[in-house]
């Protein structure tokens, strides 16, 4: 008898794993594995302490429900700490959230994101990333270009629908990431980062008869030597604290500059050297005259995980550094204040090869002059670049426009999905800060979220919504049951009405995203067009509400629609009708976001060879009406279409369809139809009559006169 064997185990969600890379005024926090309601977001934003903050987010596998909250809660709070925000290689599921969830890159810039390609030829699957900078054209055209497979040769294509995927990202306006930002990200971090945003660029500042250069870029084959020689003199500091990559050609360069600069200069001193500076050029040949004053290497934190790059004086720790040891430092984070086994220490993550460096540096003669220049210029804010640097470009900010849904990944991997909606208008108050003083429970319920802010998400078998602080309990418990039923549309309309989410969502977002009375009456139709479906509870299954200070309301509310109710109402979106050519299908309400007045209509999901394509209709139009009559439907259009054909042909005419079409009011379409010629009877003799074939009503075949053309018309009263 065979032994039974157990199935082997699902390998376990990968919680969150957090490194922190810090050097100067830069940090970067790169994430790996799931984002849930463990990743304490507003706390860790709270430990940023930097200029500019960089989020490595390749390694993000799953983002759930809850760990999108916790994550928009992460970003607005350190967008608010920070002056400059970016984002780099951003994993797909990254990028589906970023085309779905309002503020989930809070004031961010996106630099980079890992797209899915694919060869058919070896079965092949990969993430290729693509960057803003090098890639502007085909991300901003929607067109991921054809690659040779790593693996075969053969092209590999664009694994997903290129506008949906790319909807976010492609809104953002081109830039470059800043000087120090990229050589941060080039020579600290090995990333991929384009030519422009490396390319050399130097500061000068003078002081009597001190000379300050801050120095950023790679060093390369058009490092400007002569230019930067040419008028020195005096006592000369150059900050390399912002080089990155250095190739043999630069370093030739520059070991020919400093050569010059010794001949004409009284003294020569380097600042802020980063390792790959200390192990290629510092050696005493490298060097010349010059002496080096600081460097920095990184450590790493044994009690909160952080790697920090440690500004090092050579005068003040060479006793120490010329056995080849590290100076011992604190954390900048937690100040080496840790628990449990290696309490309060800071580990040296520099090589043995760079330690060697250090003990071969010449102790520097650092005057208390000199000492308060360099401290001095490090905290002097770049100004205008001077003229041997093209100009850095103008940090853009991208609008805040949120569009085209992902759905297909995230449908199949059933991922709850949230809209969050952020109070930026001033009648949208931030209870938050007021004091509660009733609520209609003793404790809020299991289900209800742990704050009291405007959202709404729905899980497989339910959905929870907040209302926004409303004036009395009865407008808030509307508006809440509102968000509720919109978002289980919503969420319906992703699996399976996928066409017209990709229409309304640009819209659907930048409304959402800064709701006022407008926005919340259009919800409400929408809302109230799903409810007459009879597909959803007309009244919550559960209800809580709290009271503010000032008299301000929050209703939160739970509803559980049945799933056979669900099931029917995504068919109702997906069951199709072919008319004239065109695949029909009924409007789904949310369409509204875009267009106020359409709740209800034929949505074409595609138009092919036939009338309606020959008079200018296309795919993604919704028509309204047929000959002046409303059509709510798609089974209404082809029932309209099917009792005026037979009438056009006999009597001749047009057919009138009053479409909407783009951003504009409706748009009268006429279809000629021509007139049949009669059927001749047979002879007499013949006991049969001749007939024409008769084409199916509705296909488009066989019915018009291609060469009678068609015409359009703006003006509904033509």
């Given at each position: ?187 600290k971090l090995s990333y991929e980062v384009s ?80 390792p790959v500076f200390l192990e290629r050029l ?338 993604h139009d919704v028509v309204l009406e047929v ?92």
């Amino acid at each position: 008898m065979m032994e039974a064997t157990a199935p082997p185990l699902e390998p376990p969600e990968p919680r969150l794993k957090l490194d922190k890379f810090t050097d100067g005024p830069v940090t970067c926090l790169r994430l790996s594995g799931t984002i849930d309601e463990h990743f304490e977001g507003k706390k860790l934003a709270q430990t940023i302490k930097a200029e500019t903050l960089i989020l490595d987010l390749g390694g993000v596998r799953k983002i759930s429900s809850f760990g999108i909250r916790e994550w928009v809660d992460f970003v607005g709070t350190a967008g608010a700490n920070v002056r400059d925000l970016y984002l780099v290689e951003c994993s797909p599921k990254v990028v589906d959230q970023l085309n779905m969830v309002a503020n989930f890159a809070g004031k961010g810039n996106v630099f980079s994101f890992y797209a899915p390609y694919r060869c058919d030829y070896c079965d092949a699957e990969r993430r290729v990333l693509l960057q803003v900078d090098r890639d502007f054209d085909a991300i901003r055209a929607q067109k991921p270009p054809e690659r040779p497979c790593q693996t075969c040769g053969h092209p590999e294509y664009f694994d997903e629908d290129a506008p949906t995927f790319l909807s976010y990202v492609g809104q953002q306006p081109r830039f470059e990431l800043p000087p120090p930002v990229a050589a941060f990200l080039s020579a600290k971090l090995s990333y991929e980062v384009s030519e422009s945003a490396r390319r050399f660029r130097a500061e000068k500042h003078v002081e009597g008869r001190w000379t300050h250069f801050k120095l950023s870029g790679d060093l390369d084959t058009n490092f400007p030597r002569d230019k930067i020689v040419e008028g020195l003199e005096g006592i000369v500091v150059v900050d390399v604290s912002a080089v990155g990559r250095i190739d043999p050609a630069g370093a030739a360069g520059w070991r020919s500059f400093l050569a010059a600069a010794s001949q004409v200069c009284e003294r020569v001193f380097l600042s802020g050297c980063p390792p790959v500076f200390l192990e290629r050029l510092a050696r005493s040949e490298d060097l010349g005259r010059a002496e080096i004053v600081s460097f920095s290497i990184p450590y790493h934190c044994l009690s909160c995980g952080t790697t920090a790059s440690h500004l090092l004086d050579v005068a003040q720790n060479y006793d120490v550094i010329k056995f080849a040891t590290p100076p011992e430092v604190a954390c900048p984070d937690c100040g080496g204040q840790g628990q449990g086994q290696g309490q309060g220490k800071t580990g040296c993550a520099a090589s043995e090869a760079l330690l060697a460096h250090l003990a071969a540096l010449p102790r520097p003669e650092v005057t208390p002059e000199l000492d308060r220049f360099i401290r001095a210029a490090r905290e002097r804010r770049p100004t205008a670049p001077s003229a041997t640097a093209a100009a850095p470009p103008a940090r853009a900010g991208f609008p805040m426009l949120l569009v085209a849904v992902a759905a297909a990944a995230l449908a199949a991997a059933a991922v709850a999905i949230f809209f969050l909606l952020p109070r930026d208008r001033a009648p949208r108050v931030d209870v938050d800060a007021l004091k509660l003083v009733r609520a209609s429970a003793p404790a809020r319920p299991d289900w209800a979220p742990k704050d009291a802010r405007a959202f709404a998400a729905c899980s497989e078998t339910s959905c929870v919504a907040v209302s926004g602080p409303a004036a009395d309990e009865r407008a808030a418990r509307a508006e809440a049951m509102d968000a509720a039923v919109e978002q289980l549309a919503h969420n319906v309309a992703l699996r399976g009405a996928k066409a017209q989410v990709d229409v309304l969502a640009a819209h659907r977002q930048r409304l959402l995203g800064a709701p006022g009375p407008d926005e919340l009456a259009r919800r409400h139709r929408v809302a109230e067009a799903v409810r007459k479906t009879g597909a959803v509870p007309a009244q919550p299954s559960a209800a809580y509400v709290e009271e503010y200070e000032g008299g301000k309301v929050v209703a939160f509310v739970k509803i559980d629609p049945g799933g056979r109710e669900v099931a029917a109402l995504g068919e109702r979106w997906q069951a199709a009708r072919d008319v004239l050519g065109a695949r029909a299908v009924d409007a789904y309400p949310g369409l509204a976001w875009r267009w106020p007045d359409v709740t209800a209509g034929a949505f074409l999901d595609g138009v092919g060879p036939g009338p309606l394509r020959d008079v200018g209709v296309s795919a993604h139009d919704v028509v309204l009406e047929v000959d002046g009559k409303r059509v709510a439907t798609a089974e209404a259009l082809a029932s309209e279409v099917d009792a005026e054909i037979p009438r056009l042909k006999k009597e001749g005419g047009a057919l009138k369809l009053l479409v909407q079409t783009g951003d504009g009011e409706p748009r009268l379409y006429t279809v000629p139809v021509p007139r049949q010629a009669e059927t001749p009877r047979a002879p007499p003799g013949n006991d049969r009559e001749t007939r024409p074939a008769q084409a199916p009503v509705g296909t488009g075949v066989n019915i018009w006169d291609r060469t009678g053309g068609g015409t359009v018309r703006d003006d509904p009263n033509d």
